[in-house]
């Protein structure tokens, strides 16, 4: 498959999408201070649930689930938005997990009455979700961790699913398993009996992972998902993934940019301010450069999802993952740089933004693995 | 030339000597290490490029990782050179160079024997890569100076018996010439010490507040106002401590590369992946004959402005090859295992064998010892002789120049 000519780009937001961001951005600059984001970090709760509540009673969890399923009907711009800002203060909540990643393998894979059962308290926020497809050691390509075997009135789960983001305070997981007739996708009550979820020890300790045991759990027939064929619905589900991160990363990016100008504006040496020097102010002139292309990959990426034109997202998601990822990872590790010994500090914040940079980098595909998925949308 | 290898086997006859008698008389395998290292000092091969009846034999440096091997060879440790490695990788060398007689035979011995840790209280929160603005004061007082004000990033400061501490002691002369250095009892009524937590969780450095410290005039090192004439031998002996380290080929940083690479399932051992590893196995083999070339070249004394160029690769070298591990590493390279613990450790993890805790680490190697954009200015204007840049704050007395 070759895409000759890509489709119209546009980038323009709506009045209403510049509200949107604005008043996210309010609301985050408010509610996730370092401090509270570092009491959530190393608390045991797993994740703003406040502030969880706050952004569901807003309408942000629910913004792109349809109407009628008490979402608000938006599209993916509107979230690519709100996971922007989200990215901008590392808000530890389960957006990406139980937003991106669960919703939008239920709507796809789920049937209409699956939609209408799940998809409501997915908008509230009472139900969050967590994928669980990977085995434990990640591989992203060959068979989930989990084997799913016919029984007379239902399936029993067996194995273990590895990296399973937000998979500790989720309260369902939607777990892609194989069976003897290939994949198939089921819904799981995270607390049913023989479901083992462990905290992994991550590098990112903003965004939790577990890994999930599953041994002799019984699921429904009516818990296995009769939408979309399973793998089209895994699949849509990790593409929306993939731009999600992208998104974030973008808005972890620009805020890493605004900070580390600020000190190198501020910050004296030699009796001026080091942001004179060449060597740091041409960093962060690169810095800007690359913060402007990953906005434009990320946005694009965000817009052909919005529209579901399958054939660019082939393009433009995978674009979006692998430039986004390693622009990011520079942007902070620059930024370490740049603020000297107090970048090195735990106290500092800037060590949030390199560890959540180097872990999405590495979270659904390392910039390698897309710019190979790239490679073959390209037919080069 | 001929005098030149006449010199050279000189030198090594007189080395092996020494290691051989140091070995009969104090087989480390069954000597306490103290006690060893006491008898290494002894026979002056703590640092062999420094004088006799200090821990040296007056020779080359290079012979020192020789007498280093021999050591480990015959069941000694040299961990003394790791937990110790501000006083032995540093301060030696400033006492050797500065210090008074009395200062030499004082704090060389134990702080080789590990009996005396050593930390270096150089930066400020105001005054990092511009090490010549710095505030905390010291005022004579009789036979004594009274010192006030706070350092940041001490290594070690924690465990330290001893501090090399530069103060100003003249507000009114450009801040080149008001500095005076010294030598701390870090126990000492007036001085605090409190952690600084880092990336890892670990904190191996600490802020340190003085509060009318006094410390007798007779622990000043150098002259009132030459300071900064010591603190940069100081610096000096710190690059080299940091990028001069010459371990065996394929060591270090690369070695965890090699090691997830062999790691990785077959299909992902892709030609890309093996191309880059190898490039920087190149690099750091490159670097390391490099800082082998550079040894064989050292003399006695205080090591030269060249000391930065091994400071430099190495630091950014160390950063790119562990940041390339942990992509190596796959999803794995998403987890931190152990977790952050806050503890205070009792060496810097400079060379820990966790890939996940190297990575961290290593951010702050083109940090710690200068910052690598300052290595770089030192190259261009010290070592190609190319023009500085502009300094607005040269000529000033100190206490009129703009700080943060
Ligand atoms: C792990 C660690 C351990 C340390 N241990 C010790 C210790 O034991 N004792 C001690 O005294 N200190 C220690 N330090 C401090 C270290 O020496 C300083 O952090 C370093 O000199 C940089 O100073 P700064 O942090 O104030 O950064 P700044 O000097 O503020 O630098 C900020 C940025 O500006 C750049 N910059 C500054 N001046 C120039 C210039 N002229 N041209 C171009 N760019 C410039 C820097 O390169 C950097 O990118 C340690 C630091 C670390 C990270």
């Known amino acids: 498959m070759s895409t000759t000519a890509p489709p119209t780009v546009t980038f323009a937001l709506t009045e209403e999408q510049q509200l949107l961001r604005s008043m996210v951005r309010e609301l985050l600059t408010e509610r996730v201070t370092s401090a509270r984001l570092r009491e959530v970090m190393l608390g045991d709760e797993g994740y703003d649930a406040v502030l969880w509540r706050e952004l569901a009673d807003l309408g942000l969890v629910g913004l792109a689930i349809p109407e009628h399923l008490g979402g608000g009907g938006s599209g993916f711009v509107e979230v690519s938005i709100v996971l922007e800002e989200l990215g901008r203060v590392l808000a530890p909540v389960p957006y990406l997990s139980s937003v991106v990643l669960g919703a939008t393998v239920v709507a796809t894979g789920g049937s209409e009455d699956q939609q209408a059962r799940v998809l409501p308290d997915v908008a509230t926020g009472s139900t969050r979700l967590a994928l669980a497809h990977l085995d434990t050691a990640g591989r992203l390509t060959g068979p989930p961790g989990i084997r799913a075997s016919r029984v007379a009135d239902g399936w029993v789960l067996e194995g273990e699913a590895g990296y399973v983001v937000d998979?500790?305070?989720?309260?369902?997981?939607?777990?892609?398993?194989?069976?003897?007739?290939?994949?198939?996708?089921?819904?799981?009550?995270?607390?049913?009996?023989?479901?083992?979820?462990?905290?992994?020890?991550?590098?990112?300790?903003?965004?939790?992972?577990?890994?999930?045991?599953?041994?002799?759990?019984?699921?429904?027939?009516?818990?296995?998902?009769?939408?979309?064929?399973?793998?089209?619905?895994?699949?849509?589900?990790?593409?929306?993934?993939?731009?999600?991160?992208?998104?974030?990363?973008?808005g972890g990016t620009q805020r890493t940019l605004e900070d580390a100008t600020a000190y190198a504006r501020d910050r004296v040496q030699f009796g001026r301010a080091i942001g004179s020097f060449q060597?740091?102010?041409?960093?962060?002139?690169?810095?800007?450069?690359?913060?402007?292309?990953?906005?434009?990959?990320?946005?694009?990426?965000?817009?052909?999802?919005?529209?579901?034109e399958r054939q660019e997202l082939a393009v433009a998601a995978p674009l979006a993952k692998a430039y986004c990822s390693e622009v990011y990872e520079q942007a902070t590790g620059d930024a370490i740089q740049i603020f000297g010994g107090i970048g090195f500090t735990w106290e500092h914040d800037t060590h949030l933004y390199f560890k959540r940079a180097k872990s999405t980098k590495l979270l659904?595909?390392?910039?390698?693995?897309?710019?190979?998925?790239?490679?073959?949308?390209?037919?080069? | 030339m001929a005098s030149d290898t006449t010199a050279t086997t000189d030198q090594r006859a007189r080395v092996e000597e020494s290691i051989d008698a140091l070995l009969t008389a104090f087989p480390p395998a069954r000597t306490p290490e103290p006690e060893f290292w006491g008898a290494q000092f002894d026979h002056g091969l703590a640092?062999?490029?420094?004088?006799?009846?200090?821990?040296?034999?007056?020779?080359?440096?290079?012979?020192?990782?020789?007498?280093?091997?021999?050591?480990?060879e015959a069941g000694g440790s040299t961990r003394n050179r790791t937990q110790n490695v501000l006083g032995i990788g540093m301060g030696a060398g400033t006492i050797v160079a500065h210090g008074t007689e009395e200062q030499q035979q004082r704090f060389l011995r134990p702080m080789f024997t590990l009996e005396e840790i050593w930390c270096?209280?150089?930066?400020?929160?105001?005054?990092?890569?511009?090490?010549?603005?710095?505030?905390?004061?010291?005022?004579?007082?009789?036979?004594?100076?009274?010192?006030?004000?706070?350092?940041?990033?001490?290594?070690?400061?924690?465990?330290?018996?001893?501090?090399?501490?530069?103060?100003?002691?003249?507000?009114?002369?450009?801040?080149?010439?008001?500095?005076?250095?010294f030598i701390v009892d870090m126990e000492s009524d007036g001085v605090d010490v409190r952690p600084l937590?880092?990336?890892?969780?670990?904190?191996?450095?600490?802020?340190?507040?003085?509060?009318?410290?006094?410390?007798?005039?007779?622990?000043?090192?150098?002259?009132?106002?030459?300071?900064w004439t010591v603190a940069m031998t100081t610096l000096m002996n710190e690059r080299v401590a940091i990028g001069g380290n010459v371990q065996p080929r394929g060591a270090g940083a690369i070695a965890?590369?090699?090691?997830?690479?062999?790691?990785?399932?077959?299909?992902?051992?892709?030609?890309?992946?093996?191309?880059?590893?190898?490039?920087?196995?190149?690099?750091?083999?490159?670097?390391?004959l490099t800082t082998l070339r550079a040894k064989e070249a050292a003399k006695q004394g205080t090591p030269g402005p060249e000391g930065s160029t091994a400071k430099l690769q190495w630091a950014d070298l160390n950063k790119a090859i562990t940041s390339f591990t942990m992509d190596l590493l796959g999803p794995e390279g998403m987890t931190y295992p152990g977790g952050y613990a806050f503890t205070r450790p009792d060496v810097t993890s400079n060379r820990t064998p966790s890939p996940h805790k190297a990575f961290l680490r290593s951010?702050?190697?083109s940090i710690e010892g200068g910052t690598s954009e300052v290595m770089k200015n030192i190259l261009g204007e010290r070592v190609l002789g190319l023009p500085g840049e502009p300094r607005v704050d040269k000529n000033l007395p100190w206490r009129e120049v703009p700080r943060s």
Request: net charge negative.
């Open chain 1, 167 to 250: 998979g500790r305070t989720a309260t369902d997981l939607v777990v892609a398993a194989t069976t003897d007739d290939g994949l198939e996708l089921f819904l799981v009550d995270a607390e049913a009996d023989g479901v083992e979820r462990t905290d992994v020890e991550v590098l990112d300790a903003t965004r939790p992972m577990a890994t999930v045991g599953f041994s002799g759990v019984r699921v429904d027939d009516a818990n296995r998902l009769t939408g979309a064929e399973p793998m089209a619905a895994l699949h849509a589900g990790l593409q929306a993934a993939v731009v999600a991160i992208a998104c974030e990363q973008v």
């Open chain 1, 279 to 308: 060597a740091v102010k041409h960093r962060l002139a690169e810095m800007l450069v690359a913060a402007e292309s990953a906005r434009s990959a990320a946005h694009h990426a965000a817009r052909v999802l919005a529209t579901d």
């Open chain 1, 364 to 380: 659904l595909g390392d910039p390698k693995h897309h710019r190979s998925l790239l490679g073959d949308a390209l037919g080069i």
């Open chain 2, 47 to 72: 640092w062999v490029q420094h004088p006799e009846g200090l821990g040296g034999l007056d020779v080359s440096p290079r012979w020192q990782a020789e007498v280093d091997r021999r050591i480990v």
């Open chain 2, 120 to 181: 270096q209280m150089f930066s400020e929160p105001g005054a990092g890569s511009d090490l010549a603005a710095l505030a905390t004061s010291a005022k004579l007082d009789g036979d004594h100076w009274i010192v006030n004000g706070q350092k940041v990033w001490t290594t070690l400061g924690h465990l330290a018996k001893w501090g090399m501490l530069v103060t100003r002691t003249d507000p009114d002369v450009p801040k080149h010439a008001g500095l005076t250095y």
């Open chain 2, 197 to 227: 937590y880092q990336i890892t969780g670990e904190a191996e450095f600490n802020e340190v507040y003085f509060t009318d410290v006094a410390i007798p005039d007779d622990l000043r090192v150098g002259d009132v106002g030459q300071g």
């Open chain 2, 256 to 288: 965890q590369a090699v090691e997830a690479w062999e790691r990785t399932d077959a299909p992902d051992r892709d030609p890309a992946k093996r191309d880059q590893l190898l490039r920087y196995w190149v690099e750091a083999e490159a670097m390391r």
């Open chain 2, 363 to 365: 951010r702050a190697n």
